[in-house]
């Protein structure tokens, strides 16, 4: 992006405050147990080190917790100007630093805690989340989410909540199927008329979790609740963003990284 194009003029004005591409962006992390309803919930909260005030993104892990590719993910966001909190999303099903191991173990342990805790305790989650962000000075106040796998359909129960106001979904599990949570019903698609922000939907059309007919039911219903959204399909396997593994796709995740971040500083940049 060459100074003084159109393009790098577009993007300052969309940016962030604080983000200064003239400078390094270094990072701070901090570690929040931010209290919940059902327990104090270990936080993970990135930064960009300068002075400012970021608009706040909350995101959330896969199955496996806060692994090494989540953190990643959230220094990403961090980079380009937000202030981001990534959750232990089973804070009340294992000790607080738990990381689940990228096996089979580590898959049957995650999926049985996706299925053993209510939806409410995600719920609940999410708006302590939010309310822990908006209340740090160097906050906005301005608010969005972003999640994969199990954090895509969390982003999207995020964005039930009327002040966030833009999230990015990754191959939301569970979605299309109502199946999330204790007992496996949830009302996620139900309640699509109470998003008042702006949803990003990616999917992968080899990815097993969320067959063809399975988008099309998600894709529906967002039209027929009048819900703002965009939607990509890809080429891809499930869990193709993420940087570890054999179904990472790097080229792939670089574009979705654009349409991510054209979202959030169009959508939190935008009056902060």
């Known amino acids: ?11 300052r004005k969309r940016a962030p405050k604080g983000y ?10 901090d570690i929040a147990d931010v209290p919940t309803p059902t327990g104090p919930m270990r936080t993970y909260v990135l930064r960009p080190a300068a002075d400012g005030r970021f608009p706040g993104i909350v995101l959330y892990s896969e199955i496996f917790q806060v692994t090494g590719p989540v953190r990643r993910m959230a220094a990403m966001l961090a980079g ?4 981001v909190a990534v959750p232990e999303v089973y804070h009340e099903l ?3 630093g738990t990381v689940l191991a990228y096996d089979q173990a580590g898959a049957d342990r995650g999926n049985a805690h996706k299925y053993g805790k209510a939806v409410t305790a995600f719920d609940s989650d999410a708006r302590a989340a939010l309310d822990y962000l908006r209340a740090l000075g160097c906050c906005t106040g301005r608010l969005g989410a ?3 796998c199990l954090g895509g359909h969390l982003a999207f129960r995020a964005a039930l909540n009327p002040d966030v106001l833009a999230a990015a979904c990754f191959y ?4 299309h199927s109502h199946s999330l949570g204790k007992d496996k019903h949830d009302d996620s698609l139900l309640r699509a008329a109470d998003i008042q922000g702006e949803l990003l939907h990616i999917w992968g059309r080899q990815d097993p979790h969320i067959p063809l007919a399975g988008r099309e039911l998600i894709k529906a219903r967002l039209e027929e609740a009048g819900v703002r959204f965009t939607w990509h399909e890809f080429n891809a396997a499930h869990a193709f963003m993420r940087d570890e593994g054999p179904r990472y796709d790097p080229a792939l995740a670089l574009v979705c990284w654009n349409l991510v971040l054209e979202l959030f500083h169009r959508c939190l940049a935008t009056g902060a």
């Open 80 to 83: 380009h100007g937000y202030l």
């Open 94 to 96: 294992e000790p607080a």
């Open 1 to 11: 992006m060459a100074p003084g194009s159109p393009l790098a003029d577009a993007f």
């Open 172 to 175: 939301a599990t569970d979605l």
């Open 146 to 148: 972003m999640g994969i």
């Open 20 to 29: 200064n591409r003239a400078r390094p962006m270094v990072l701070r992390e």
